[in-house]
Nanobody
């Protein structure tokens, strides 16, 4: 089992920044990929960014490229999502996710989910 605990959400004006954190605990050796998904009201959950925790390879959704950065602190088993130049359309519940490999994580194959943290961007 892997437990994921997110933090760092909140409300910000357009153009602002937020940093989300996801601390993993438990059998983390079973999850070689971690990432962030988001779901806005009335919309499907979508992948935002992911990272291979072994080698550091990353991916980003086109909608966030150049604005969001995913990173990790291996010593703390923590993954971060730095979100800059936020837009109102970034408003959503953000979920941390863990899976066996990055290639399937980005396709939505997730073994563990966090509880979610709300991000609200006002215009």
């Amino acid at each position: 089992q892997v437990q994921l605990v997110e933090s760092g959400g909140g409300s910000v004006q357009a153009g602002g920044s937020l940093r989300l954190s996801c601390a993993a605990s438990g059998d983390t050796y079973m999850s070689n990929a971690m990432g962030w998904f988001r779901q806005a009201p009335g919309k499907e959950r979508e992948g935002v960014a992911g990272i291979d925790t072994r080698g550091g390879v990353t991916y980003y959704a086109d909608s966030v490229k150049g604005r969001f950065t995913i990173s990790q602190d291996k010593a703390k088993n923590t993954v971060y999502l730095q979100m800059n130049s936020l837009k109102p359309e970034d408003t959503a519940m953000y979920y941390c996710a863990a899976g066996p490999v990055l290639s399937t994580l980005r396709s939505g194959v997730v073994n563990y989910w966090g509880q979610g943290t709300q991000v609200t961007v006002s215009s």
